[in-house]
């Protein structure tokens, strides 16, 4: 049956499940780490709007450094050396926790969210100062503070300036998860791996992975084009009323 | 009781830009009730002055009474700011409505967030001042489906929704197209008859005479000269005065 075919069809179809169970996995990676990226992205831009002095300073080196070295080198740097400063205050201060019982993935949680965050800086930082300095006074002239004219004048419509990014770096960051197999996280090509290794039908496994992201990533653009449309529904003309 | 007490008083103001200071010591009395225009060439400090007002450019110095509200501007609260700019409104040359609001909830959303009134309330309100600027039938559009002066008109209903102490108004015809300035002064013009303080940056001259009950002339950072209009446009006291007028409008050169 095998025989002279290229691919093992009957391999790929069965291993499907095996490798689908890594989707939960990616998904919370990318969910988890987009939410606090998020709201790193969101301080960081706040910092670096207000030039806040010395926050300034730490938040530019801190996006220089997550944007100028290897996703994957982050990676190890939590895997190695979150465990290592955990260990080494836990003994300082007698914190009593057991370090080796911490899963690898909250280690993948931290460094995908600090490298997301650094990434959504910018793009939260355009996106608030997108929305015309006018529209701020005028909402300060009528007596806001500062947060009430953040969040209902300049959020909902840098919302709608960041979304187009906001969705790229979410499939960006769907797409990342991948290497967080690395450090033997079973997401969806660390369960394709373990899948293919018994009968090194690797080529088909990692089809199936391929074909499972797309799906994914075509669900989810869907997902934020419906999201911008809700979004923008203010923008809609309003000629035939 | 038209200018019986003083609304504002304002006390050696001095605001500078770095090392260059634009108001030097400005001291200002407006009355309750009066339409004060101020009046200058352009770089005089108009909007500068009237931007101190409401704290959106803070002083480095000088003094400033709302009511009862006292205000030292070398060291003032965040909280005497907050106030400052709720017995206050501001018009300003560019419209600045909320782009992502209908012209309805332009009007409101002061009254929602900072007055703390519900939805419901804030939109009947809201109606009302809309009706008084002659808008109540575009309610539901958005600033770009408006023209200029009709925007124009909404953030004069907004201002107004505020029920505020003071209008300070910022040059509000300047960025319009000639054909539709009558039409904000009109509105104007309807406010100041309801007796609310207004303080009015202006180049419309025609405007000043016809409505403003005081004059405010600056120059350089200072004012050189506070005076009715009768007086203003007819008899200035400064020679600076006199050249400012002649410049920008020859006519009153010949006018008895």
């Known amino acids: 049956m095998q025989g002279n075919s290229l691919l093992d069809w009957e391999y790929m179809l069965r291993s499907i499940p095996k490798v689908a169970a890594g989707i939960p996995v990616s998904l919370s990676i990318a969910l988890i780490a987009f939410v606090f990226g998020a709201m790193i992205g969101f301080c960081i831009a706040l910092v670096k709007i207000y030039r806040i002095p010395v926050l300034w300073r730490i938040t530019s080196v801190y996006v220089s450094f997550m944007r100028g070295t290897p996703l994957l080198v982050q990676i190890f740097l939590s895997y190695y050396g979150i465990p290592l400063v955990l260990r080494y205050f836990s003994t300082k201060y007698n914190w009593q926790i057991d370090i080796s019982q911490i899963p690898a993935i909250v280690f993948m949680y931290v460094s995908f969210s600090l490298n997301v965050g650094a990434y959504l800086s910018e793009t939260i930082r355009a996106a608030i100062l997108s929305v015309g300095k006018g529209q701020v006074e005028a909402a300060q002239s009528m007596g806001m503070t500062s947060a009430q004219a953040m969040r209902r004048i300049i959020l909902p419509q840098a919302a709608v300036v960041a979304i187009p990014n906001l969705g790229n770096s979410f499939i960006a960051l769907l797409k990342d998860t991948s290497l967080a197999f690395a450090a033997s996280v079973p997401e969806i090509i660390g369960q394709a791996k373990i899948t293919a290794a018994r009968t090194s039908n690797f080529l088909e496994a990692y089809i199936v992975a391929a074909a499972l992201y797309w799906l994914i990533c075509i669900l989810f653009e869907r997902l934020i084009s419906l999201g911008e449309k809700r979004l923008r529904r203010h923008e809609r003309a309003l000629y035939h009323d | ?256």
């Open chain 2, 1 to 256: 009781m038209r200018g019986h007490c003083i609304m504002i008083e304002i006390t050696d103001l001095h605001k500078s830009f770095g090392k260059n200071e634009v108001l030097h010591g400005i001291s200002l009395k407006i009355p309750q009730g009066s339409v004060t225009a101020v009046l200058g060439p352009s770089g005089s400090g108009k909007s500068t002055l009237l931007r101190c007002i409401n704290m959106l450019e803070a002083p480095q110095s000088g003094t400033l009474r709302l009511d009862q509200l006292q205000v030292d501007f070398a060291s003032v609260h965040k909280k005497d700011i907050l106030r400052l700019r709720q017995d206050t409104a501001m018009v300003f040359q560019a419209f600045n409505l909320f782009a992502h609001k209908t012209a309805l909830e332009n009007v409101a959303e002061g009254l929602i967030v900072v007055k703390k009134m519900p939805k419901k309330t804030a939109h009947a309100q809201a109606v009302q001042y809309l009706e008084k600027v002659g808008l109540i039938d575009r309610a539901g559009y958005s600033p770009t489906q408006l023209s200029g002066g009709q925007q124009q008109r909404v953030a004069i209903a907004r201002a107004l929704a505020m029920n505020p102490k003071v209008i300070l108004f910022d040059e509000p015809t300047s960025a319009l197209d000639p054909e539709l300035v009558q039409e904000v002064l009109t509105v104007m013009k309807k406010v100041s008859l309801e007796g609310i303080t207004m303080i009015v940056v202006t180049h419309e001259l025609g405007f000043a005479r016809e409505v403003a009950t005081d004059i405010v002339f600056m120059d350089d950072g200072r004012i050189v000269e506070q005076s009715a209009p009768q007086v203003f446009f007819n008899n200035p006291e400064q020679e600076r005065t006199r050249q400012f007028l002649r410049q920008i409008a020859p006519d009153y050169n010949y006018q008895i």
